[in-house]
């Protein structure tokens, strides 16, 4: 027996690509479409209707280890991950998983409101795959970690949505799965609960578990695992130290050259009428940089056409720091009299600008966002990862001590020194 | 199995995942594996139902009991059907008792992978387990129903002969048909889903194919064996010579006719829904 956990060897998803409306088919359907399919053959010779979610993924994880999986949203990782824990088949090729896998993406399933708490422990247990006598033994222990004792024969419907979570969260957590699998990208739930998580996962990990790990925090990836796998498009284009591949993977999982331009095909349908052209950083010279000085303002544009009018609309930037962490979230409409001019904006191409005055930001890299909403209404686009740019602090107050500052803004404050 | 985690640890299985090709194997040891899900699966259902409803477990009373009251004065009283010589409401009750059964463990066993969607596109388990425990959850009804049964015999004073101790194979096999049927059925609504609509006129259809209201030998001679082809005349047929010591309706031709097509649907039924299982996920 190897000292091999998962063994992965050419796996590949093929997936057959349902419109929105279209998703599962009725009879009536079939056994008309199966009339006209003749024509539909003679006009449509090759069903170019499915693609790879993933193709040719080959690696190994041993016992023990912690693996990062890292891609942009779309690139396969939930697919790998699914196939992984068994919930769908893969098209081609094989994998071999010693030991009980589990998951922290599966929180409460199977959850019933209208039974008690402890009800549902031991309903969810036993989803999870857990023996009754192993749920009666960790009992007590799901309880007081999920601190909700006074309400556990109270049915769950009752419960806040924080008490349910973290029930939920405590019979998964005691799973004690030789395998864990945890998709941060899906977890659900607040900060406090997503902290949980991260932490549980340190402590599977620190006991000599293997852990795959999938999230968009790469600070959290560097810190957490030793290797990872990057995923491009359904391939597996690396497998590396955490170090090299997260930066390979921030220099180039996205567009280079601080600019992202939208192709038609990338446009969400729902956007309509919102079409995003482009979203550019640029220097004090106006030119389109993927790294700027800490010391002169910079400038984020965001161009985009209207196919007909918008009430109401807002288009907006979220700058968050490489470790996840929001900087500000800015919209151009949020002074009030912008927002009365354009309550209503006309069909049109338009640019929307903001400056980011000179030091302010801290060295370090960031990802801007671009959201384009009407306050409570709808969300025409949204892109979390549009552009990465980096800081550099060239400059910048207290530069002539060589060493890192904490903290996202390093602003020159005006210092006086008094002596009395 | 090994019951302690850590016994886990230091002898894990290893499992392999890849495509399925053609017929495959049922996979039992994994059912085996995962037996207590089908236990706490079917108490949830019960659980569920008896405590979402005011009337809790009189449901499972009422059902059979009011359509067999119905039955007694269409069937028995205005219409004068014959009953092979029992009193019409205790003929009637034999057989609404496992067709109450069978049509309610059909439909929810078919309706039960979109049911339970969430679970099936989340995590692994066998499949199987979901529509097994809805036809367990309903044999709970049938067996308080079958107080009253209890009941009507001794009211009617109906002497309890050897037959008796062939009921539970009669259950089997009305279980047996309803989770063939429910399996066959269940797979198929994942796909597509209007068959959804064609469940309550399947049921009533059968219900009308089957010697519910009448008795088996109202039907001529010669189309008996054909009759039997439907696993549900051999059920009721089977239910009223047990209980009732009934002989017109009964055959043994009849009942190993019956019990074939019932072995057929539930074989084919189990390997139909294992090849559509790797599917499912994906679907729903």
């Known amino acids: ?420 | 199995m090994k019951t302690d985690a850590i016994e886990t640890v230091k002898k894990p299985d290893t499992v392999i995942i890849q495509p399925m090709k053609g017929l495959v194997a049922l996979n039992l040891r994994d059912l085996w594996i995962y037996r207590e899900l089908v236990y706490f699966l079917t108490w949830r259902d019960l659980k569920v139902r008896y405590k979402q409803s005011v009337l809790g477990v009189l449901w499972a009373i009422i059902n059979p009991l009011v359509t067999t009251v119905v039955f007694a004065i269409i069937f028995g009283n205005f219409a004068k059907f014959p009953s092979d010589g029992v009193p019409y409401p205790i003929f009637s009750y034999t057989a609404t008792l496992p067709w109450t059964f069978f049509a309610a463990a059909l439909t929810v066993s078919a309706r039960s992978m979109l049911t339970s969607g969430g679970m099936v596109s989340k995590i692994y388990f066998p499949r199987i387990i979901v529509p097994l425990s809805s036809v367990f959850a309903n044999l709970a009804d049938f067996l308080v129903g079958f107080v009253i049964m209890i009941g009507m015999l001794i009211f009617y004073r109906v002497t309890p002969t050897l037959n008796m101790l062939w009921l539970p194979a009669f259950l089997l096999l009305a279980t047996i048909t309803a989770l063939g049927v429910g399996l066959w059925f269940s797979a198929l609504l994942v796909m597509y889903r209007d068959i959804n609509y064609l469940l309550p006129f399947l049921t009533t259809i059968w219900m009308y194919l089957s010697p519910v209201v009448y008795a088996s030998s109202t039907i001529p001679e010669q189309y008996r064996i054909l009759y039997s082809l439907n696993p549900m005349v051999g059920v009721i047929e089977g239910f009223r010579w047990a209980l009732l010591g009934t002989q017109q309706s009964i055959s043994p031709s009849m009942i190993a006719i019956s019990s074939g097509i019932a072995l057929l649907i539930f074989i084919t039924g189990l390997f139909f829904f294992r090849r559509m299982e790797r599917i499912f996920a994906d679907m729903i």
């Open chain 1, 1 to 420: 027996m190897s000292n091999l956990a998962i063994n992965v060897r050419d796996i590949g998803k093929q997936y057959h690509i349902f419109s929105e409306v279209n998703r599962y088919q009725t009879l009536r359907e079939k056994l008309s479409e199966s009339l006209k399919s003749p024509l539909k053959a003679l006009l449509h010779p090759t069903g170019s209707d499915t693609f790879w979610a993933l193709r040719n993924i080959s690696f190994d994880v041993e016992r023990g280890m912690v693996l990062g999986v890292i891609g942009k949203n779309g690139a396969g990782k939930s697919t790998l991950l699914k196939i992984l824990s068994r919930v769908v088949e893969p098209t081609e090729g094989r994998a071999e998983i010693s030991g009980r896998v589990g998951s922290l993406l599966e929180v409460g399933t199977g959850f019933h409101p209208e039974l008690s708490g402890r009800e549902n422990v031991y309903l969810n247990g036993a989803i999870l795959g857990m023996r009754r006598s192993e749920i009666d033994r960790k009992f007590d222990e799901i309880v007081a970690f999920s601190e909700i004792e006074q309400f556990i024969d109270t049915p769950v419907k009752r419960y806040s949505s924080g008490m349910y979570m973290r029930l939920a969260f405590a019979v998964s957590a005691h799973l004690e799965p030789e395998i864990l699998i945890v998709d941060e990208v899906l977890a659900v739930g607040d900060a406090e609960f997503q902290r949980k998580c991260l932490g549980k996962m340190s402590d599977v990990a620190g006991e000599g578990r293997t852990v795959l790990f999938v999230s968009h925090n790469m600070s959290a990836v560097t810190r957490l695992t030793k290797e990872c796998i990057i995923l491009e498009h359904g391939k597996m284009t690396m497998r590396a130290p955490s170090d090299e591949a997260v930066d390979y993977y921030l220099s180039h999982g996205y567009e280079k050259g601080g600019e992202r331009s939208w192709a038609s095909e990338e446009i969400p349908s729902d956007a309509h009428p919102f079409k995003p052209i482009a979203m550019r950083v640029l220097n004090a010279k106006g030119q389109v940089v993927d790294s700027v000085r800490s010391v002169e303002p910079l400038t984020l544009e965001m161009e985009y056409s209207l196919d007909s009018a918008i009430t109401g609309l807002r288009v907006g930037v979220y700058l968050v720091t490489v470790r996840g962490d929001y900087v500000f979230t800015s919209f151009d409409t949020d002074d009030p009299e912008q927002f009365s001019k354009y309550a209503e904006r006309r069909a049109g191409h338009y640019i929307s600008r903001c400056t980011i005055p000179a030091d302010l930001l801290n060295e370090g890299r960031y990802t801007l966002g671009v959201n384009a909403s009407v306050f409570r209404i709808k969300r025409y686009f949204q892109d979390a990862n549009a552009v990465v740019f980096n800081v550099n602090p060239t400059g910048a107050p207290g530069m002539h001590w060589v060493e890192p500052r904490q903290g996202v803004t390093r602003p020159r404050l005006d210092w006086q020194i008094v002596e009395k």
